[in-house]
């Protein structure tokens, strides 16, 4: 980043946390979805002392109501148009958790109107949704967070500092997985939209963008290419009309030619070994399972393995706590644009290797970060 610019933007950074000190001694917050996602971060919001939740916004009327009921100790308004909670001047910051096809406009929108944001993964659906939200927040003077979580886990932030610290040598290749027994509830309160690619870009998109997220942060770059397959072969029409794919395979490539190996599918039978989620980091010395109970580092030539960092006791809602330092005062960002960007595009990139079913480039995505 240019040194001139850089400090404009700190310099910006005080003088919004300024404003916010001498205007109300919490942050005026407005939650726009109450969902299932919606409903834990509100949670999260009310255990927050720099916090007031001021705005709850759903197009549902009974989450609106429910929302509306476990905020009653800040006697929320309430909205069903997310638009009018942007035009509020009582609102500093604004939680998005709608489906992901409307994360980009709100989050634009937002950050034009000078709002403070946390938009929950993926920030966008589509490359060309990613680029608006990163050219918005990188034009504004306020805050942005990524909901990628995983950055502010302890364990994964320690076990990632020593793989980039040589552990385990030269990182060379990842193997990776999202595997789950069933599909997602064809008639629960999120079926009206899951099951639409256009509206929550399938499970790669919408859940594996975690994973990825975190592939990318310990190879500490970004994928160069990817190749891969998926399709609808267990749930065929169910639901009716259904585009998202139950399974897929793609191979990712990085720099320095590490390789990265990632499957998904919603179909692993509960008995069966090796299903829910991992993340194997393999390296000239050795390999990392990254998400057990404990980081694990297996050395290549004889050993014991080592605990690289335990699973500790962590706060289960440090993502919104950091979002709020980062409000009011200039605490680090888990998770900026940067982050939240990186992470849906490959997520997106993947995608498109399996829907094309061709080689895709980084660059063919035309999002610079």
């Known amino acids: 980043m240019n040194v001139h610019r850089r400090s404009f933007l700190l310099g910006s950074a005080a003088v919004a946390q300024a404003v916010l000190a001498q205007s109300s001694d919490k942050v005026r917050t407005a939650l726009i979805g109450a969902g299932s996602r919606g409903s834990t971060l509100l949670q999260g919001i009310l255990q927050q002392p720099n916090a007031k939740m001021v705005a709850l916004c759903d197009i549902k009327p009974d989450r609106l109501d429910k929302a509306a009921t476990t905020a009653a100790r800040d006697n929320p308004t309430t909205y069903a148009d997310w638009r009018r909670v942007i035009e509020s001047k009582d609102v500093d910051a604004v939680y998005i958790a709608t489906p992901p096809y409307l994360h980009a406009e709100i989050a634009v929108a937002a950050l034009k109107a000078g709002k403070h944001v946390y938009c929950e993964k993926p920030v966008g659906v589509t490359a060309a949704q990613v680029k608006l939200v990163v050219e918005a927040a990188r034009a504004s003077k306020t805050v942005f967070v990524a909901g990628q979580?995983?950055?502010?886990?302890?364990?994964?932030?320690?076990?990632?500092?020593?793989?980039?610290?040589?552990?385990?040598?030269?990182?060379?290749?990842?193997?990776?997985?999202?595997?789950?027994?069933?599909?997602?509830?064809?008639?629960?309160?999120?079926?009206?939209?899951?099951?639409?690619?256009?509206?929550?870009?399938?499970?790669?998109?919408?859940?594996?963008?975690?994973?990825?997220?975190?592939?990318?942060?310990?190879?500490?770059?970004?994928?160069?290419?990817?190749?891969?397959?998926?399709?609808?072969?267990?749930?065929?029409?169910?639901?009716?009309?259904?585009?998202?794919?139950?399974?897929?395979?793609?191979?990712?490539?990085?720099?320095?030619?590490?390789?990265?190996?990632?499957?998904?599918?919603?179909?692993?039978?509960?008995?069966?070994?090796?299903?829910?989620?991992?993340?194997?980091?393999?390296?000239?010395?050795?390999?990392?399972?990254?998400?057990?109970?404990?980081?694990?580092?297996?050395?290549?030539?004889?050993?014991?393995?080592?605990?690289?960092?335990?699973?500790?006791?962590?706060?289960?809602?440090?993502?919104?706590?950091?979002?709020?330092?980062?409000?009011?005062?200039?605490?680090?960002?888990?998770?900026?644009?940067?982050?939240?960007?990186?992470?849906?595009?490959?997520?997106?990139?993947?995608?498109?290797?399996?829907?094309?079913?061709?080689?895709?480039?980084?660059?063919?995505?035309?999002?610079?970060?």
């Not at 320690?158 to 997985?177: T, Y």
């Open 149 to 369: 979580q995983l950055r502010s886990q302890k364990m994964l932030a320690d076990a990632v500092g020593k793989i980039h610290d040589g552990v385990i040598g030269d990182v060379i290749m990842i193997k990776a997985q999202r595997h789950a027994n069933a599909d997602q509830p064809h008639d629960g309160s999120s079926g009206d939209w899951y099951f639409d690619v256009s509206k929550s870009g399938g499970y790669l998109i919408e859940q594996s963008v975690h994973n990825l997220d975190l592939c990318n942060w310990v190879t500490g770059g970004l994928p160069l290419r990817a190749t891969g397959l998926g399709g609808i072969v267990f749930y065929k029409d169910q639901p009716p009309g259904r585009t998202i794919y139950d399974c897929g395979s793609i191979t990712y490539e990085y720099a320095k030619g590490v390789k990265m190996s990632f499957t998904q599918n919603v179909f692993h039978p509960r008995g069966l070994p090796g299903g829910g989620q991992y993340i194997y980091v393999y390296g000239t010395k050795g390999a990392v399972d990254l998400m057990g109970q404990a980081a694990m580092m297996y050395p290549l030539e004889q050993g014991s393995p080592v605990t690289l960092a335990d699973r500790r006791q962590d706060n289960p809602v440090a993502h919104i706590a950091a979002f709020y330092a980062c409000v009011t005062s200039g605490g680090k960002n888990p998770a900026d644009i940067t982050t939240g960007a990186s992470a849906a595009l490959t997520a997106i990139l993947g995608h498109e290797a399996m829907v094309r079913e061709t080689m895709v480039r980084w660059e063919d995505l035309g999002v610079p970060l």
